[in-house]
């Protein structure tokens, strides 16, 4: 097999292992309740609670809820979505700075963390803003609050993603190597 | 021969495209599929997510364009 073929196989397999990857948390998530996504759930109310100064208490098998703002963080806040497009765009889009089966394994181990902690930043910046949206009651014209929830999500997840790839990206350009 | 120092900047505009590619994949093209296009809700979410994003995306590429051409 010549260098070409190999490093082409080798990100055919990289690609596999991503896609087998997000599809099993993907079919986790739509099974998993509150207490399976605590590792999520719980770090984003902490540092929501850090950053608005709202308590968030925990309900157990529904969320963390804060009875004086009347916002709950739920399962579906868990930003379960997000942490598959990061992990899935940082082990793809640098899929081709690796050149041996262990620079893959690093960049898949690297991938993960990176998302993780993306993940619950990301996740804390959106619900910190939306607990300010939800409490000023803000709308605008065709963009009712629940409308400006969905763009301002959007928005923060997004920004955070292109911050994290373009990262990620310098960080890989800066340490290639002959391996990765 | 191409000098290994220009690898990655012939890779660097495309390679900005993945977040968006995979954002829209997970977020509005994977549960299209999934049925939630009998949802009346998920329109107005997909407008806005394709929207949000894509202007994003636009101005991204845009401030990588103007960084790459001072270089």
Request: hydrophobic share 55%; proline share 5%.
């Amino acid at each position: 097999m010549t260098p070409v073929a190999r490093s082409r196989a080798g990100s055919a397999a990289l690609a596999a292992v991503v896609l087998a990857i997000t599809w099993s948390l993907k079919r986790f998530y739509s099974a998993a309740g509150s207490d399976q996504l605590q590792w999520l759930l719980a770090p984003t109310a902490w540092l929501v609670s850090l950053a608005t100064g709202v308590a968030f208490d925990l309900e157990p098998h529904h969320g963390y809820l804060s009875r004086g703002s009347m916002f709950e963080i739920a399962p579906a806040c868990a930003g379960v979505n997000f942490l598959i497009v990061a992990f899935a765009s940082l082990a793809l889009g640098l899929a081709h700075a690796c050149t041996t089966a262990r620079a893959r394994v690093t960049l898949l181990a690297a991938s993960a963390a990176a998302a993780y902690a993306a993940t619950v930043l990301a996740n804390a910046s959106r619900i910190a803003l939306a607990v300010r949206l939800h409490e000023a009651g803000a709308s605008w014209g065709a963009l009712t609050p629940a409308r400006l929830h969905c763009a301002e999500g959007v928005a923060v997840y997004f920004l955070f993603l292109l911050a994290v790839f373009a990262a990620a990206t310098k960080l890989a350009e800066s340490r290639r190597a002959p391996a990765c | 021969m191409r000098p290994p120092a220009d690898a990655p900047r012939r890779h660097r505009t495309p390679l900005v495209l993945v977040p968006w590619l995979v954002y829209v994949g997970v977020t509005v093209v994977a549960p299209a599929i999934n049925g939630a296009v009998r949802d009346p809700v998920f329109a107005a979410h997909a407008v806005i997510t394709l929207g949000v994003s894509g202007a994003i995306t636009l101005l991204w590429l845009a401030a990588v364009v103007v960084v790459q051409s001072g270089k």
